[in-house]
């Protein structure tokens, strides 16, 4: 069973870049078919898809957000990274990691419990 754990620094001053870690265990984030997510939750509103990594390392991000984030991975470390720049208090958002595996039917999908991210001075 795949499990991912989030970390961060849980506050951050406008402006600066926020940095969020995904580690996976239960699994390899090299494995074929899996896609690897960040995710975010605006206190009171909806899920927004940030950004995606893919298991041969192609990344793919929200038209919104692409020229702010950056999702990298270090397979040694089985981890996957969020990086994004130039924070606004609008970026307080709880995030998650999310994981599909998509060689199965119905596809696999995992979670991370979140970690809050405030964005504050």
């Known amino acids: 069973q795949v499990q991912l754990q989030e970390s961060g620094p849980g506050l951050v001053k406008p402006s600066q870049t926020l940095s969020l870690t995904c580690t996976v265990s239960g699994g390899s984030i090299t494995t074929s078919h899996f896609y690897w997510s960040w995710i975010r939750q605006p206190p009171g509103k909806g899920r927004e898809w940030m950004g995606a990594i893919a298991y041969d390392g192609d990344t793919y991000y929200s038209e919104s957000l692409k020229s702010r984030a950056d999702i990298s991975r270090d397979n040694a470390k089985n981890t996957v990274y969020l990086q994004m720049n130039s924070l606004k208090p609008e970026d307080t958002a709880v995030y998650y990691c999310?994981?599909?595996?998509?060689?199965?039917?119905?596809?696999?999908?995992?979670w991370g419990q979140g970690t809050q991210v405030t964005v504050s001075s």
């Open positions: 999310n994981a599909v595996y998509i060689a199965t039917m119905p596809f696999g999908i995992y």
